[in-house]
């Protein structure tokens, strides 16, 4: 009996120093993020900054006033304009293309034979829904295919000349979800 109610109080102990742990670590992280997040907005004034400076001093000298805008430097605006940094990506995330604005990356990696790259992410619909369109806005387009229906289900595809990703509904895993991303070769 004693040997039972010994064992009783040390789970407890062990619980609430585990939870003591927890509680220290979720500050820092969250510190971490704060200072990222700030860093990121400080780079992109300095960007918009020297960038206005930059157009100021063409329109100064009376340059861009004659050359007009071809429709591939309106894409390019368009573009860079909205792949505004998202969350971090994890390690192998492909640089060039956009991250989701909010959610959690649980676990990711690239198949064996480099074939694609796969990310469980905790995130709900409507954030998902809110990532396909900032796909769209970075000139991704939703595809209807059967090429991943085998695999995949009803997920939603979307592609450029460079990627298909291919995005999972809400709870397809239990509390996540998953994203894939395919090259095309």
């Known amino acids: 009996?004693?040997?039972?109610?010994?064992?009783?109080?040390?789970?407890?102990?062990?619980?609430?120093?585990?939870?003591?742990c927890a509680k220290e670590t979720k500050p820092s992280l969250e510190s971490?993020?704060?200072t990222e997040d700030q860093t990121v907005e400080n780079e992109t004034s300095e960007n918009l900054i020297t960038e206005s400076q930059t157009t100021e001093n063409i329109v100064s000298e009376g340059q861009s006033?004659?050359?007009?805008?071809?429709?591939?430097?309106?894409t390019?605006?368009?573009?860079?304009?909205?792949?505004?940094?998202?969350i971090k990506g994890p390690e192998g995330w492909p640089e060039d293309v956009p991250t989701p604005m909010t959610g959690e990356f649980l676990?990711?990696?690239w198949a064996p034979d480099q074939s694609f790259y796969t990310v469980d992410i905790r995130y709900m619909q409507a954030e998902i829904d809110a990532y396909a369109e900032r796909l769209q806005d970075a000139e991704f387009s939703k595809k209807d295919t059967e090429k991943y229906k085998k695999v995949?289900?009803?997920?939603?595809?979307?592609?450029?000349?460079?990627?298909?990703?291919?995005?999972?509904?809400?709870?397809?895993?239990?509390?996540?979800?998953?994203?894939?991303?395919?090259p095309i070769k």
Do not use: F, H, Q
Not at 6 to 20: D, P
Not at 162 to 177: A, F, H, P, R
């Open 1 to 20: 009996m004693r040997k039972t109610i010994g064992r009783l109080l040390l789970v407890i102990l062990c619980v609430v120093v585990l939870v003591s």
């Open 32 to 34: 971490e993020m704060v």
């Open 65 to 74: 006033d004659d050359v007009p805008i071809t429709e591939s430097e309106k």
């Open 76 to 86: 390019e605006e368009t573009t860079n304009e909205s792949l505004t940094p998202g």
């Open 107 to 109: 676990w990711s990696d």
């Open 152 to 182: 995949y289900g009803d997920a939603g595809v979307y592609a450029n000349d460079k990627w298909e990703i291919v995005l999972g509904d809400e709870g397809v895993n239990g509390d996540y979800t998953y994203i894939s991303i395919y």
